[in-house]
């Protein structure tokens, strides 16, 4: 993400600027879930010379976004142990890939400005 300024703040998001790619196949039908590797809050750090309490800002704050041979998958990120579905493939086949899109929702009263970390979990899962 690039650091969030007023103008993110104005548009209640900051958006990745850019992404890994998201490579996946399966030999049977699949879905692929993600979470947070751990917790349900993003670990916060304040920006240099402020002294902001952590806002424990959920990490459902953040969504996930790619496109994938033209089927979109769109999901907020679960909490640990509460994986969301981010993308279903009905059918087994080859390589499909895309890079990923990142938005975190910003608000000026909840999300003091810093640093927001947190760990994603993809896990694909036979259907």
Do not use: C
């Not at 600027?17 to 879905?31: A, E, F, K």
Request: charged residues 15%; without cysteine.
């Amino acid at each position: 993400f690039p650091v969030a300024d007023d103008a993110h703040y104005q548009a209640g998001e900051v958006v990745s600027i850019s992404g890994p790619t998201l490579t996946h196949r399966g030999n049977v039908p699949y879905r692929i879930t993600i979470e947070a590797q751990s917790g349900s809050e993003f670990a916060f750090t304040p920006a240099a010379g402020r002294t902001d309490a952590d806002p424990a800002k959920p990490v459902s704050d953040l969504t996930v976004q790619a496109t994938f041979g033209g089927t979109d998958a769109d999901a907020a990120v679960g909490a640990a142990g509460a994986a969301n579905t981010f993308f279903t493939r009905a059918a087994r086949g080859g390589n499909l890939s895309a890079p990923l899109t990142a938005r975190m929702a910003l608000s000026y009263e909840d999300d003091p400005p810093g640093t927001y970390a947190t760990t994603i979990l993809f896990t694909m899962v036979a259907q």
